[in-house]
């Protein structure tokens, strides 16, 4: 090799040594930004008109919304469980289950309103059936059907928090609950009827929020918990 060829490859070298070590101070010194960070107490907002959660409102929003806003496809399935004979036919909801959002990693399950026909012209399709050992049957969603599901209106959400959420914060930003319950199975329910959330702390698991629309509060969070009593208590 030349001498100019020496020159040239100590040049190089300089370069890329140079470089290293100003990525080095880079990644020491300056902060990198969260690409995807989760919203401060997943931007609960509640009124008397409306609950909104992570920019969505149920019962006006859409889980074609929802997949625009989270920007992630979740898995949408119909839950229902095996029915017996001479029992009536077992109640069936769609979910849609978006996994590992944000940088927390928080998982968000969305239910979905839709039409009994509907609901029964998935069932009756069967798409990739399973039943779990607790009798709970899960059906897929057909493709053909997916256009009609994404346009269905948001019926409550659920947060399953990666990681622990101070219960103390969560009371500072949004006050005491109105309603304590310990359901007897060891989990405490924080219920905001105004806000339409029972607030779940398992003994152990992760804690959930579950969102429905105030006016439905007592019908679908609060009914189904004191039919959980004299075991647990109200307070």
């Not at 930003?173 to 007897?184: Q, S, Y």
């Not at 702390?201 to 969102?211: D, I, S, T």
Request: hydrophobic share 45%.
């Amino acid at each position: 090799m030349d001498a100019q060829g020496l020159i040239m490859q100590e040049k190089w070298a300089i370069r890329i040594t140079a470089g290293f070590f100003i990525a080095l101070i880079l990644y020491i010194f300056v902060p990198i930004s969260d690409p995807n960070p989760r919203p401060t107490f997943w931007n609960i907002k509640a009124s008397a008109q409306s609950t909104s959660i992570l920019g969505l409102t149920i019962n006006q929003d859409t889980l074609q919304d929802a997949i625009t806003t989270l920007q992630s496809t979740p898995d949408i399935a119909l839950f229902t469980t095996r029915q017996r004979k001479n029992e009536p036919e077992a109640a069936m909801h769609l979910e849609a289950f978006f996994d590992d959002l944000y940088d927390h990693g928080d998982r968000v399950v969305i239910g979905l309103s839709a039409s009994p026909e509907l609901l029964q012209h998935i069932k009756k399709q069967a798409y990739q059936p399973q039943i779990f050992p607790n009798n709970t049957i899960r059906i897929g969603i057909q493709e053909k059907l997916i256009p009609d599901v994404l346009q269905l209106p948001i019926h409550n959400i659920t947060i399953i928090a990666s990681r622990p959420i101070m219960f103390e914060d969560f009371k500072e930003a949004f006050g005491e609950p109105d309603h304590f319950i310990n359901d007897g199975q060891g989990n405490a329910h924080f219920l905001y009827p105004a806000m339409g959330l029972d607030f779940i702390q398992p003994a152990n698991g992760a804690q959930l929020l579950q969102f429905v629309a105030p006016e439905r509060f007592e019908q679908d969070l609060l009914n189904p918990l004191m039919e959980l009593l004299p075991q647990g208590a109200i307070k």
